[in-house]
């Protein structure tokens, strides 16, 4: 069906709030459409035609299915964060509609998840899975790390944030969101070696950066007595739970970003401390001024990811979930 042949009577009878008619209602005007670029122009045209007709309505039919649709779309053209945004409104539908989660979770659940243990969909899932496990593989080869995986991702963050600590909701779909921009904006530097523009990097890398602020912020574990403390003061607060030596005053202030791009180019620590306190330096650089005289080289982008990437992993590794290590201590174990 085209989308001038919306029958608004049709759409008001459909919305019950179940799964089953609000599909139907939906995947009419959407099942013919292959092109991903189409299905983002057709479905949010569908979706304003609805709100338009009946706002009530709108808010009762269930549009789980179509949101994820749009976040599948998204995916495919690489606008990540308007997938996860859409992703993650198909996973809330899904709660509000009592899908299990755990036993029986949707598409959308298991792209939070990061699960492609099912075929559906599973080189769509899989790609980001992949992709984020890559990450994580890197963390573990700095020394200092916890030696996570995929699962233990899963278990203490992602989960948790789905169901139980919806104020991590953001903080997950900033996470997968982060580590899959890389390799596109990565790509980016084949194609203009020499960009005359920062804007796309810097932006990424801050938001890396802040992630990783707010990663210790909202931690479950050591939660801050005052929210407006600043980064060097949680990492300073954290320094014994993130492994950081007492001697290393990790001061993250004062630096240009070409003193920072100048000291990971001539030394070559691939420590947890020395990329969490480069995590500070750009934190506070590109927070504050994006007008630098300085672009980065390919290089040293892919380094400042990984560092930033392994920093807010370190973080969920050392502050989110509970071990068997919490469990004897609260035990009196140990």
């Known amino acids: 069906m085209l989308l001038n042949q919306f029958d608004a009577n049709a759409y008001i009878e459909s919305a019950t709030s179940t799964i089953q008619d609000g599909n139907q209602f939906f995947n009419q005007y959407l099942i013919h459409i292959q092109n991903p670029w189409d299905m983002i ?4 045209r ?6 338009d007709a ?20 998204s995916f495919r ?5 308007v997938a996860l945004f859409f992703i993650d409104n198909a996973v809330f539908s899904d709660i509000q509609a009592k899908i299990d989660s755990i036993n029986a979770p949707s598409h959308a659940m298991r792209l939070i998840q990061l699960d492609s243990s099912m075929p559906e969909h599973k080189d769509f899932i899989g790609d980001a899975e ?46 997968i969101s982060f580590c899959l921009e890389w390799n596109y904006r990565d790509e980016l530097f084949t194609i203009c070696p020499e960009p005359s523009t920062s804007e796309s990097y810097f932006l990424h890398l801050f938001k890396g950066c802040l992630l990783f602020e707010s990663l210790l912020k909202n931690n479950p574990k050591y939660p801050p007595k005052n929210i407006k403390s600043n980064l060097e003061q949680e990492i300073r607060r954290l320094q014994t739970q993130l492994g950081i030596d007492d001697k290393a005053k990790l001061k993250i202030n004062g630096k240009t970003l070409d003193q920072i791009l100048t000291k990971i180019d001539v030394e070559s620590d691939e420590s947890l401390p020395t990329a969490m306190q480069c995590t500070g330096w750009l934190r506070n650089t590109l927070g504050h001024n994006l007008g630098w ?15 930033i990437a392994s920093s807010c992993i370190h973080a969920v590794a050392k502050l989110y ?9 609260v035990e009196g174990k140990s």
């Open 130 to 175: 992949t992709r984020i496990a890559n990450v994580i593989r890197i963390y573990n080869s700095r020394s200092g790390s916890k030696n996570l995986n995929l699962l233990d991702l899963r278990e203490k963050f992602l989960r948790p944030a789905m169901t139980a600590h919806q104020n991590w909701r953001t903080l997950a779909t900033t996470f």
């Open 41 to 44: 122009s057709v479905g949010l």
């Open 54 to 73: 009946d706002p009530l309505a709108y808010a009762r039919i269930y549009k789980g299915g179509i949101y994820f649709y749009l976040g599948l779309a």
């Open 321 to 329: 979930g509970v071990t068997e290590e919490d469990v004897k201590v």
């Open 46 to 51: 569908l979706l304003h035609k609805c709100y």
């Open 293 to 307: 005289d300085v672009s980065l080289t390919k290089n040293q982008y892919q380094r400042l990811f990984m560092m």
């Open 77 to 81: 053209v690489q606008d990540y964060e």
